[in-house]
């Protein structure tokens, strides 16, 4: 007998063997990469050629690993949009011949790994919404932003003595954006991204000292005395903190970037907290101010949420492009019993509130800066790890990825971090009290317990867990037009390549997770992006081929195939191929 198929009108594919060098979709489905690593978009810039690559060739195709996927429609006609894609890191040893360290690249090739970071912008044409996606080169509102791209810093920190640098004494611009995981557009059109892994680009004081500062340098991972991953300060001095100690709080934030005005100057959003960000996604409350939820991505740290001070108002994008800047930011408690049930009540509390500090002791800009260390004061909990945390925009409730912590122990288990050891994740539903998103209590639950389904500890809202797919490491979320929850992976400790997963949560369907996709050797799935109506899904496939002794002469990956003789991160979309003729969703065969 046929499984039964997902409203969205495919039947799961089986999980694919770790290492198999392919992008596998369901029967009926197809795929193609829409843009990938070194595609020129500027104007002028030359065409990828992995043998002769410069920096400033770099500076004008599609940037390296894309993480985050946000496509925002530039015409109502459904046949054009804008592509905005994060660019988070670069894996050298795939990059560049011969690569062996930070010290064997030239200064050219320093500059490379800097252009290839930040963000990539393009924009997208197709003939009908039946057919695929191809990207403009040189269209209007085409842009790369890099790791030397000015910010302007606004929110409260804006001119704090501790953003000032020698090159900015007046703490208001920053240089470059890197580090970049997951993240969100507004409702204004705006896109938001987050500044995760930002330590390892700076050179570091080998310790730190006893006053906060110095706490907070221990406490971010800025005092390893380790040299800059990719020797950037070898080109730009302000990556060495031991010459430049503040560069790294310009560092950490959510930025905030404007796809639609290519001459806008981005934004470091310092109301929303300076951590190792994976990313922010809103939500409008009813009394409609704009609530930002987000994750501190490493083991053991925490979730957040911004409640902005003004109001959103339609169709005013001038003034909701200013929501961001000034409002109340909160970390989450959970109540912390491990009493083997997944759900509980919580607590939003409150770190800096209307224009002030919240935590005895701290300044409202050493809230902001030093975020961290204000959440360990007020006793927020410690989690699994939290990657994307993203509103339900049909139901209104939250959803966070934990996923994974391979250091808790059986004595640091806790209601909603149930299990030591944790190597596959879980993810984590809020309920605002009173669907307040500007409160200040919830109730939680734990939608997914991920894993192998035979391992009793998994959870999938209580469905026959012979019908389900294996999952493991949840890392970024979406959800469709009729609110069902998508799931891609990172870090399949199962022994599958990572993929992306359908998890319905309401109805008779409600915890048939079935995947959809899974990507090429070694690569991990990131976007997803699902365009209901239109039943396209967009994927970003990051680091392909990545792996131990993995280099330009060790491929393990060609992805995205097509005569390239080495990996290249690209964005790729799936769909139907029946022009849309076959199961819609809501018809349920196979
Ligand atoms: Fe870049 Fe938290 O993943
Ligand atoms: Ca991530
Ligand atoms: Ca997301
Ligand atoms: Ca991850």
Known sequence: LPRPTSPFGFEGIDPVPAGTDEVVVPKGFQWAPIIAWGDPILPGAPAFDFNSQTSAAQAGQFGYNCDYVGVIPTNRNGKEAVLVANNEYTNNELMFAGYAGASSLTDDQVRITMMAHGMSVVEMRRRDKHSRWTYRKAAP?????????????????????????????????????FGNCAGGTTPWDTVLSGEENFNGYFTQPASAGSDRAGQALTRYGLASGSTAQHAWDRVEPRFDLTREPQEANRFGWIIEVDPLDPTSTPKKLTALGRMKHEGANVIISDSGHVVAYMGDDERYDYMYKFVSAKRYRKGDRRHNATLLHEGDLYVATFDGEADGTHDGQGRWVPLTQGGRSAVPGFTHEEVLVYTRLAADAVGATKMDRPEDVEPNLVTGKIYAALTNNSRRTAAEVDGPNPRPSNKHGQVLEITERRGDHTGTRFAWRLVLVCGDPQDPQTYFLGYDKSEVSPISCPDNLAFDGDGNLWISTDGNALGHCDGMYLYPLEGRGAGHLQQLLSVPAYSECCGPL?????????????????????????????????????????????????????????????
């Open 530 to 590: 699902v365009q209901w109506d239109d039943r396209v899904v967009f994927a970003a496939v990051q680091h392909p081929g990545e792996d131990t002794g993995a280099s330009t002469t060790n491929v393990l990956s060609t992805f995205p195939y097509q005569g390239n003789t080495q990996p290249r991160p690209a964005v790729i979309m799936v769909w139907p191929k029946n022009r849309g003729k076959g199961p819609q969703h809501g018809e349920g065969h196979g």
């Open 141 to 177: 509102l085409n842009r790369r932003i890099t790791a030397v791209t000015p910010f302007d810093i606004v929110g409260p920190v804006r001119g704090s003595e501790l953003v000032r640098t020698s090159a900015d004494p007046r703490g208001i611009r920053a240089l470059g954006t």
